[in-house]
Nanobody, 135 residues
Framework: QFDLVESGGASVQPGGSLRLSCAAS????????MAWFRQAPGKEREGIAC??????????NYADSVKGRFTIWRDHSKNTIFLDMTDMKPGDTSVYTC??????????????????????????WGQGTQVTVAT
């Protein structure tokens, strides 16, 4: 059984930084496309970052809204995906959720820049963690 558990959500001030974690169990993230999505109140859930394996090592891509500010990476020994967020803005306020799917289904999507994905593109989801950016 696939299980994804996010943690690290908090309230931060504009310009601040935060790290989110997504601990996976029941499968190895090494062989899956792993992504972070976010959903602000009244808006659709949007994909913002994706990471997947490649012959030359992990490959990551980002939505234009977070490129240059957010970094997705994984700790293989902990089977955990991270999202490092910097220079945060009030518009980053959302529930952040990690997602996983097979490489044959989501690998090509994950490999494109910018990363653009919808809920239908990933099958396994965590429960989400709240991030609020405000003074």
């Amino acid at each position: 059984q696939f299980d994804l558990v996010e943690s690290g959500g908090a309230s931060v001030q504009p310009g601040g930084s935060l790290r989110l974690s997504c601990a996976a169990s029941g499968f190895s993230t090494d062989y899956f496309a792993m992504a972070w999505f976010r959903q602000a109140p009244g808006k659709e859930r949007e994909g913002i970052a994706c990471i997947g394996p490649s012959p030359s090592g992990d490959r990551s891509n980002y939505a234009d809204s977070v490129k240059g500010r957010f970094t997705i990476w994984r700790d293989h020994s902990k089977n955990t995906i991270f999202l490092d967020m910097t220079d945060m803005k009030p518009g980053d306020t959302s529930v952040y959720t990690c997602a996983a799917d097979s490489l044959w289904k989501a690998g090509a999507l994950c490999g494109r820049s910018p990363f653009v994905a919808s809920v239908a593109d990933f099958a396994s989801w965590g429960q989400g963690t709240q991030v609020t950016v405000a003074t």
